[in-house]
C-alpha cells in the first residue's frame, strides 16, 4: 500500500497541503497502476501504403497460395479497413495494392488470401488487381487473425485484430 506525506511547511494553508498531498498521491498510484499486470497491446498492422516484408520462399510442392508468377520486381501493400475489429469481431475487408518499380500500378497480377482464423469472401479464389493495380476481399472473423497472401509468387503476412472484449 502506498501513503504520501506531504511535506510540512508553514508557509502553504492546511486545506492547500492537504490537496496538494492528495493530488500527489493521485499521481502517483495512477503511474504505479500502470505497471501491474497488464499487457502490452500487440504491435499494430503496417499503415496502408507501405510496403510488407516478404517471407521466406516455399518450395513448389509446398506453395499453398499458387498465382501466376511476375518476372518484375514488385512492392506489396495490403491492409485491412477497418484496421481492428470491434469486441466479437465483423467483418473488414483486406485491400491489396501492387506496384512496379518506380511506384508505377501493377494491374493484372495475381493474388491469392487466406486467413488462419473466420473465411474470406473470395474462398481463396484467384484474385486479380485491376488497372489501379488493387484489388480487395471480405474478411468475416470473430477472433484476431493472421491474413497470407501470394501476391505474383511472393508471399507475405499481416494480421487483423479484434479488440478484446471490456
Request: with cysteine.
Amino acid at each position: 500500500m502506498l501513503r504520501c506525506h506531504a511535506p510540512s511547511v508553514a508557509l502553504v494553508p492546511v486545506p492547500r497541503r492537504r490537496f496538494l498531498a492528495g493530488l500527489l498521491c493521485a499521481l502517483v498510484s495512477a503511474s504505479c497502476a500502470s505497471f501491474g499486470g497488464r499487457r502490452e497491446p500487440p504491435p499494430p498492422p503496417p499503415p496502408p501504403g507501405r510496403a510488407l516484408t516478404p517471407e521466406p520462399p516455399v518450395p513448389p510442392d509446398e506453395e499453398p497460395l499458387p498465382v501466376e508468377v511476375v518476372e518484375e520486381p514488385i512492392a506489396v501493400a495490403a491492409w485491412a479497413e477497418p484496421r481492428q475489429l470491434p469486441p466479437g469481431g465483423g467483418q473488414a475487408q483486406i485491400l491489396v495494392r501492387v506496384q512496379k518499380r518506380g511506384g508505377r500500378r501493377f494491374p493484372g497480377v495475381e493474388v491469392r488470401l487466406r486467413t488462419s482464423r473466420g473465411s474470406l469472401y473470395s474462398g481463396g479464389r484467384v484474385l486479380v488487381t485491376d488497372e489501379q493495380g488493387m484489388t480487395r476481399d471480405r474478411l468475416t472473423t470473430r477472433k484476431t487473425t493472421v491474413i497470407t497472401l501470394n501476391a505474383g509468387g511472393t508471399r507475405y503476412r499481416f494480421q487483423v485484430f479484434v479488440a478484446a472484449a471490456p
